[in-house]
């Protein structure tokens, strides 16, 4: 029996990487993927251990690989053109067949890390993130947390502060009670809102469409260069087997911002063959 595209791609998931931490306990494991400064006081690890073994080399029902320059047709109720959001996290997209109204407007979304890390292929996109309101009087003008009732207002990110605005103010800093939404980083609000999770249409489109059959090797590699474009503020390193006995290390830890380009390049060159030697991996990963 085939199974499903979203069983096989995090089934890959599973065999494919392993995580060695080094952040305190938070209350939902997946925010290791989202890290916030304010709460950590090192950046965690994240070591792929990466299964190249012979019986990669499988089919499996699945997925071609999301390609961000690919307009996919609307499935389910996905819509073209919007981004979706959510404030429970998780690692699956939280949306059964898009049937929730949690989604505004893509050119309302002006926090330029979420959509470089759409163009390059991010399934998701965490941080703190508000919507901007600009009714009433002028000293009403304010940031707020995102509503599914607005779906053309403004969306900013907390990680756009004082590099990026809506790509035309020169001021770049969200600010409150003004008639310019952007001002000084003396005027910066304090973005206490919920962290909240971002999910392109376009990939949800990808993710809730028709299957093909690929090899395991294939859609590993698919879902470890997604999480490698989708994760910031950590560090991250490769590990693969040997042929017959234990494993090594491709990539040592290094800082995501940098690495990971070169990881990429190592994930896209791997080919399966040989044996597949866990515990050994394991605890050579542990030493």
């Not at 952040?23 to 994240?46: C, H, K, R």
């Not at 001021?171 to 409150?176: E, F, S």
């Not at 390193?237 to 911002?257: I, K």
């Amino acid at each position: 029996m085939a199974i499903s595209k979203q069983r096989a791609a995090w089934l890959a998931v599973g065999i494919g990487w392993a995580i060695a931490s080094g952040a305190p306990a938070l209350a939902d494991d997946t925010e290791i993927f989202f890290v916030d400064p304010a709460n950590i006081t090192t950046q965690p690890n994240i070591l792929f251990i990466f299964d190249n073994s012979g019986s990669m080399d499988e089919q499996v029902e699945s997925q071609t690989p999301y390609e961000p320059a690919t307009t996919y047709p609307a499935a389910a109720s996905c819509g073209t053109n919007r981004v979706y959001w959510t404030t429970t996290g998780g690692t699956n997209p939280p949306l059964p067949n898009c049937t929730e109204d949690t989604w505004f407007d893509r050119s309302a979304l002006k926090c330029k890390a979420a959509t470089d890390q759409f163009a390059a292929g991010a399934e998701k996109f965490g941080g703190r993130l508000e919507q901007y309101d600009p009714t009433g009087a002028t000293s009403d003008h304010k940031w707020r947390a995102i509503s599914a009732n607005e779906k053309s207002r403004i969306v900013e990110c907390q990680n756009d502060a004082g590099i990026h605005s809506d790509g035309t103010d020169p001021k770049l800093y969200a600010r409150d009670a003004a008639a310019d939404p952007y001002g000084d980083a003396s005027e910066e609000i304090s973005w206490t809102n919920t962290r909240t999770t971002l999910w392109d249409s376009n990939y949800l489109n990808w993710y809730y469409g028709p299957t093909t059959s690929q090899r395991k090797i294939d859609i590993v590699k698919a879902v470890a260069k997604n999480m490698l474009n989708s994760i910031n503020g950590v560090n991250v390193g490769l590990m693969t087997y040997n042929e017959r006995q234990g494993g090594h290390v491709d990539y040592a830890l290094e800082d995501v911002a940098t690495a990971r380009a070169n990881m990429i390049a190592q994930v896209d060159a791997l080919q399966p063959g040989g044996f597949t030697p866990l515990s050994e991996t394991l605890y050579e990963e542990y030493r």
